[in-house]
């Protein structure tokens, strides 16, 4: 039976942070002994805090009908309760510090045996990370409390060890006063999740060690700095130090310093009478001057992520080949820079980032955002009972943290509001490590912070901001420090858009000095079905009460870590290196934008294809390009484009050299586009020229129909008559009704449909939960439910023409659709003339039409832009080629169904049967398409990706265009350049039959 509330442990709703643990201290590794604790312990998990039934704590307790749980881990993913997703509200009554009498409490028992060889004297029992609230037993003795998620404890256990048997004893509360502190956007899961270790102390060892490793870039010299309790020596064999003392600068150098593009590690060691411990130096020096954020006295370009730890099976008990594994996408993808949302991380990933290279924004455990919606009444930032809990959630992340080179900025939290206890933290801050700056987004006053940062901003006010004027009003007057957009480009579903937008700012404006595009990884939790089927749940899935459904769902990563579309978007709007090049004039145009690395690294490549065949191609012999130059490289000779027209595509990419940590030798790094040919006035031959804008820096979406070319791809305009029989009309491989001028058959293929669409399944962005929706205004105007009423069917000579309005239930706004069809034996022309009529409130989702093909169609082989999905404002990674793949490997699996898979830019289309059978598509000059073997509604309808069945037809879109993505999900909404505005638009297709 459950114990009665009263018998709750008093600590459970204190703000004291913590009883009985030994003062913060760095993560580091040493020749002192250590037991690792991890793997299979004794769990059992009571309803309320009290725990449950006897002593669980006494050596002699029995155990032997409890369950095992591995530690570590999160015991809700193991069966005991359910996970449970918010964003910004508490699942729990606000009524701080008090926490509900049903708090599931996990009961933890290990017993270990303690290796003859252990030292006798002082140990430390050290936790990584215990969500949220945790006592602790050993042999019987209680060793005290803590809380801090994402910090480490520790507790004095020497005098309590024994030779052979111990047992060591946890109870972890799921809800404390803590828990106030953590309302982190995040599911809320609970136990043991980070390691577990017992170290020992040497007497005369290390307890704690701090590195200071500046940079003079006048110089190039470097002074090195180690301070310990108690004085030890160093050694650096690189820098021909031998046995330096401790406590004492040392100058060295010239060396070369630490940055996200070149990790250069001195390997070193620290030697005191008891203790070696490794190190590993990286000398930068971090500053704001100038109004500049600024490593070894360059400014900054942070091209960033946030980053949450996460599993789909593990949760937070993320490994270290998880870790690895993100820092080397991020590498891959251009990211250099990730921000630790929000919360610190695991210490083993500051590791990889020294090792690999990225700048760190490291967190804070503490987010209060839930005070919000009860308008930060009795905020804890505010409130001096907190101010305790708060310096010391601070204090144990930078004296974890503070000798990790990477670590370039350390940050009070997120969403906390504002209050004296904050300001307290940035103090502390500055004292204790006068050589970061210190950020926190939420600052009403500049003592808070030494950046202005910002989340979701849009490209309007991000421009002011560069301009450092017309800033809106009630910003917090820290206009001449750093900006940093902390969080933007919400990558939530399909998007997110406007990234090439909001990058030109950033490069346009050295005040603006790049961001964190939230986020990096979808939160998605993986399920079976019985029949095998795999899924991810989110929000709602597990049966909350209170929850956010899928907006944990936000990242550029799948919660398998495979990369979404939005990845590679990112990573072309990150690219080091722009890429431009003019065959016309013979020479491509290289800017380097790293802040340290030359070219000389890299291997340029030119790549020439005809209709997406290769033609020609080689490397391109090139000096150097420094960091921040542009040099202009001649093109070697290209051959002459053939007549007929066909386009002729020169790619320009620059490849690793050799391998790396992160990526072998031939990783592409950056590439750009420019079109060699085209088709003269008259449409016989071509001419070789560039067009007045590269590929690569054009606005994304933009077409080579808008750079100035115009392919002739419609056939002659002398077709046969059309020839009618009975109640069908035959145009050219066609067939359809006489009466409706609905298309029955083309190519021989049975048509369900052939028909003016303008709907499309909202993605999360047009859903916009936190910004303005275009879902809402596109359903009340029915948009998904449009109904088709012939106005007239006329048949001339060569053309059959039929006119439609396009209306939905009670609403006087509609569409006015005219097809004329004409064709010959060889090809069915489509000429599509649409107008909008009325006085519509909204833009248009999509304008094109759909077709209801047969299911064997699942080949799909295209010319045009791809390999990936792409929309007009998430455009940038698609380039112009050939590419082939099925209908079902077009889908973009994202956890909520929505519109997706679009590929753009298309001049031709063909879709087959394995037997070779089936439809081509031509474009005059392009379209868009997406293919699936499920309607838009049953997208629609969907609320996972495994609930869509596949019917007996594919569903073929044929789009004039999209509405832009946006990143409204949390953020702005689609750029005027664009939107969809309701008007005249116009497409025109060429079918075809394959045999």
Known sequence: MPTHPEHAPSYLESRTPSAGTEPPRAAFASDAPALDLDGDWRFRLAPTAAGGPGAFEREDHDDSAWDTLPVPAHWQLHGYGAPAYTNIAYPFPIDPPHVPDDNPTGEYRRAFDLPESWPEGPAVLRFEGVDSCYAVWLNGHELGHATGSRLPSEFEVGALLRPGRNVLAVRVHQWSAASYLEDQDMWWLSGIFRGVRLLACPDRGVRDLEVRASYDHTSGTGVLRVDTETPGLVTVPELGLVDAATGTDHEVGPVE?????????????????????????????????????RVNGRPLLLRGVNRHEWDPDRGRAVTWETMREDVLLMKRHNVNAVRTSHYPPHPDFLDLCDELGLWVVDECDLETHGFEDVGWRNNPSDDPLWHDAFLDRMARTVERDKNHPSVILWSLGNESGGGRNLRAMAEWTRRRDPGRPVHYEGAADPAYTDLYSRM????????????????????????????????????????PGGLEEYQRLVEAHPHVQGGFVWEWIDHGIRRREDDGTEWFAYGGDFGEVVHDANFVADGLLMPDRTPGPGLAALAKTFEPLRLVPDPENGTVAVTNTWQV???????????????????????????????????????????????????????????????????????????????????????????????????????????????????????????????TEGDTVTVGPAEFDARTGRALSVAGLPLAALELDVWRAPTDNDQARHGESVEVPWRRAGLDRMTHRVLSVEREDAALRVRTRVAAANSDIGLLADYTWTGDAEALVLDLAVEAVGDWPCPLPRVGVRLELPPELGEVDWFGRGPGEAYRDVAQAARVGRFTSSVDGLQTPYLRPQENGNRLGTRRLDLRSPEGRGLRVEGAPEFDFTVRRWSTAALDRARHPHELRPEDRIHLHLDAAHQGIGSASCGPGVLPQHRLTPGTHRLRLVLRPLA
């Open 597 to 723: 690395l030359d070219t000389a690294g890299l291997e340029l490549r030119w790549d020439l294809r005809e209709e997406g065949e290769p033609v020609a191609g080689g490397v391109l012999a090139a000096k150097p390009v420094g960091p921040g130059e542009t040099a202009v490289l001649p093109l070697p000779d290209l051959p002459e484009p053939s007549a007929a027209g066909r386009e002729t595509w020169l790619t320009v990419s620059a490849h690793l050299a050799g391998d790396l940590p992160w990526a072998e030798a031939g990783h592409e790094v950056a590439w750009g586009q420019a079109r060699v040919d085209r088709p003269r006035a008259d449409g016989s031959g071509s001419d070789r020229i560039t067009p007045s804008q590269p590929v690569t820096h054009h606005r994304p979406g933009a077409t080579e129909r808008e750079l100035g070319y115009h392919p002739q791809r419609t056939p002659s305009a002398q077709y046969p008559p059309l020839a």
């Open 456 to 495: 979701y901003a849009t490209h309007e006010e991000v421009a002011a901001i560069g301009r450092r004027s017309g800033l809106p009003e009630g910003d917090p007057g820290l206009v001449d420090r750093p900006f940093v957009m902390v969080e933007y480009a919400h990558a939530m579903g399909t998007g």
């Open 257 to 293: 310093p630490w940055s996200a593009e070149v990790p250069r590690l001195y390997d070193g060691e620290l030697v005191t009478p008891g203790e070696r411990v490794p190190l590993r130096v990286g000398f930068r020096t971090v500053e704001v001057s100038g109004g500049l954020l």
